[in-house]
Nanobody, 120 residues
Framework: QLQLVESGGGLVQIGGSLRLSCATSGSIFSINDMGWYRQAPGKQRELVAV???????NYADSVKGRFTISRDNAKNTVYLQMNSLKPEDTAAYYC??????????????WGQGIQVTVSS
């Protein structure tokens, strides 16, 4: 069974840093795009950053210059380095991956979510 497991969240002060990791496990033929989304209370889930298998990256405007997404294809893992954190970055962060479990089967998978709280 395919699983995405996030780690690295927590409580941090304004201006601090956190690094999120998302490891995938299970029967994997190939992973296409991997990304991070977030959802704050009372708000819709929004894209934070996405990276293709080849390394093409897109960021939300709100995190450009502060967050860095990367991936290790050998480990089937995606990372999100978050610097200069602001209170508005407080949210549950979700890992997403478009995974081919076989050459014929492809689907989107989500992690369980991890809380990031930025406080003063």
């Amino acid at each position: 069974q395919l699983q995405l497991v996030e780690s690295g969240g927590g409580l941090v002060q304004i201006g601090g840093s956190l690094r999120l990791s998302c490891a995938t496990s299970g029967s994997i033929f190939s992973i296409n795009d991997m990304g991070w989304y977030r959802q704050a209370p009372g708000k819709q889930r929004e894209l934070v950053a996405v990276i293709s298998r080849g390394g093409r990256i897109n960021y939300a405007d709100s995190v450009k210059g502060r967050f860095t997404i990367s991936r290790d294809n050998a480990k089937n893992t995606v990372y999100l380095q978050m610097n200069s954190l602001k209170p508005e970055d407080t949210a549950a962060y979700y890992c997403n991956a478009n995974i081919m479990s076989t050459i014929w089967l492809r689907d989107d998978y989500w992690g369980q979510g991890i809380q990031v709280t930025v406080s003063s």
